[in-house]
Structures are given as structure tokens and as C-alpha cells.
């Protein structure tokens, strides 16, 4: 089978992740070979996967041996009916903890025999996250500079970490900066709260855009997750369920101009059944239409693909 390297993009969208397994299976049966990878939040975790050397099947058993309601965790005294939630919310910033995500992450991981960006090769995966005390986007590893951390030392799991903190719904994760790096002016503040990538850009296709001619250039292709849930009206109880649809919102939209300016980048849409962001009650069998909708979705985008030039054939036909 002829083989070929790309570079993949892996959009954010919560629980809808495993969809994005289905396309990297599908992918691997077309003969690409994954040269740089990078994503945003559940984008994040399976860019993470494949930089460690996971094959698409393995992801999907790993993903749904680890039902999602198991990484909402937080101590018991705040599940009081309606006061204990909104205490955690003002003394921690977010209704769940996040320190499930980073955990499950770091021992997948670990199987490969992978705890930081030093255990991979130079620039094989970035993942993004927002730094809302400083405004900024953040690039990792390489933005990790600018806290006082090497990069090659920062560990992958607590990048995702960073990148899946969905506002208000985990904790932000904090980064203490020291003087120095404050008196550089490249963080002005103390203390950093990092949170999901997805609030800046949660399908950074512009991530490879390399200064390197186009006959050398590596195709990027990007895995964007689509469907009826994108439309859907999100009813609102109160702040948490306001701003979850505010995010939601954001998801769908700021990175859209982009995607269709630069056409040149290839994108795989696959359809997410209606499937919201954070339906952790997701069951087995909808996880499963997920995955099989991701295959369909890249076995449709691979039949029209040029793996030489990289991009989609054109079918002109011809009125009789």
C-alpha cells in the first residue's frame, strides 16, 4: 500500500471525540502516515495518542473503557443538592476538579513510555490552550517558555489538561510565574488561569502553516466534527447553562471564516448525531454511532483525495 505523511489538525468538541477515532481509522486504512499532529481539547487527547504511537483501534478501546461520568470527579461535600455545586463554583471556578482527565491521560500515556514533550520528537504534536488572565492564546509546548518552564520538561498530559478545562465546568489550571518572566513583560500577572483552547480556537488548521515551498509542503488535513447539535437551541436555567451555550456557540463559529479563506487545507467533517459537548451520559451504543460516523465521513473524504498533490479531485461532468 502506498503510504503518505500528513499533517492533522483535530478540532475540540468534548464527548464527540471518539467520532474524530473513527476518521483516524479510516485514515490509517488509506495509507496515511500522521508526520505532526496537533488539536484542541478532546482534539487534543487524540493528537496526543497518535504522537505517542496509538494506533485508531486502540484509541477507540481505550476511550470506552473509560465511561465519561468517571471524569467528573470532585469531593462528595459538593454534591449538596444546589448549594454544593455553586460553592465549589465560587471557591474553585469550575464544577468538577479536571485532576480525572490529566490522571487517565498521563497512565495511557505512560504505556508508550511518554510523560513530557521530551519523550517525542521536536514539533510532532502542539496542543492549544487560552490564558484568560494575560488574554492570549497559548501554544504548547513552546508558549510554556513564557511561565519559566522548559518546554521539553512540560508534561503532555497536563498540556490536555490545560486544553479540555471547559470554563465553569472544571477547574482553569493555574500557572505561578517567577519574577523574572514577569519583569521580561511576557506575562504581567502572578498567577495565570489556563482553560480550554477552544475559547481562542478550537480548530487551529493555521498551526502548519510552514514558510516552506509548496512542492516540499506536507498536506494538513483537518478532522472537524459537524452536526444537528451546531443548530440546535440550547435552553438556559441559569449562569452555567448561559455560559455553556455561549461555548458551545464559540466552537461552532470563530474558526469557520478561516477554514473556508484558506481552502487549500482539506478538512474531514464528520456528523456528530446531535451529540452536545458535555453529554458525559453518553451511552455505548450512541459512543459507538459516533465512531462508525467518523469512518464513514473519512472513507468518503479518502475515495476523492489525491494523496500526491493533496488535494481533492475535481469531477467536471459533462451535459450530454
Not at 509548496?214 to 498536506?219: D, G, K, N, T, Y
Not at 466552537?251 to 481552502?263: C, V
Not at 464513514?296 to 475535481?314: H, I, M, N, P, Q
Amino acid at each position: 500500500m502506498q503510504t503518505t505523511p500528513v499533517n492533522a489538525v483535530f478540532e475540540g468538541g468534548g464527548v464527540k471525540g471518539i467520532s474524530l477515532t473513527g476518521a483516524v481509522y479510516a485514515a490509517e486504512k488509506c495509507g496515511v502516515i500522521f508526520n505532526r499532529v496537533a488539536g484542541t481539547s478532546s482534539g487534543s487527547i487524540i493528537a496526543a495518542l497518535i504522537a505517542a504511537g496509538y494506533r485508531a483501534e486502540e484509541m477507540k478501546e481505550i476511550i470506552e473503557k473509560k465511561p465519561f461520568k468517571t471524569l467528573l470527579r470532585r469531593n462528595p461535600i459538593f454534591d449538596i443538592k444546589l448549594i454544593g455545586p455553586a460553592v465549589r463554583l465560587w471557591l474553585c471556578k469550575g464544577l468538577y476538579s479536571g485532576d480525572a482527565i490529566e490522571q487517565w491521560i498521563a497512565s495511557v500515556l505512560a504505556e508508550k513510555g511518554i510523560k513530557t514533550f521530551g519523550d517525542l520528537p521536536n514539533g510532532k504534536l502542539r496542543i492549544v490552550a487560552s490564558d484568560i488572565t494575560n488574554g492570549r492564546l497559548i501554544v504548547l509546548p513552546q508558549d510554556i517558555v513564557h511561565y519559566g518552564i522548559a518546554p521539553e520538561s512540560f508534561p503532555v498530559a497536563k498540556a490536555i489538561r490545560m486544553s479540555t478545562s471547559i470554563p465553569y465546568f472544571f477547574d482553569p489550571v493555574i500557572l505561578k510565574q517567577p519574577a523574572k518572566e514577569r519583569k521580561k513583560n511576557t506575562v504581567r500577572t502572578k498567577f495565570s488561569y489556563v482553560v480550554d483552547g477552544g475559547l481562542l480556537s478550537n480548530f487551529p488548521l493555521w498551526l502548519f502553516e510552514d514558510n516552506v515551498p509548496a512542492e516540499s509542503r506536507i498536506p494538513v488535513i483537518g478532522f472537524q466534527m459537524v452536526g444537528r447539535s451546531d443548530t440546535q437551541p440550547h435552553p438556559i436555567s441559569g449562569p452555567v447553562s448561559m455560559f455553556q451555550a455561549m461555548f458551545e456557540t464559540m466552537l461552532s463559529a470563530h474558526d469557520e471564516r478561516y477554514i473556508e479563506k484558506h481552502n487549500a487545507i482539506r478538512t474531514i467533517k464528520i456528523p456528530t448525531l446531535g451529540v452536545s459537548t458535555t453529554q458525559f451520559n453518553l451511552t455505548p451504543q450512541k459512543s459507538l454511532e459516533l465512531y462508525q460516523s467518523g469512518i464513514a465521513a473519512g472513507e468518503k473524504f479518502f475515495r476523492s483525495w489525491d494523496r500526491k498533490l493533496g488535494t481533492l479531485r475535481v469531477s467536471i461532468s459533462k451535459s450530454p
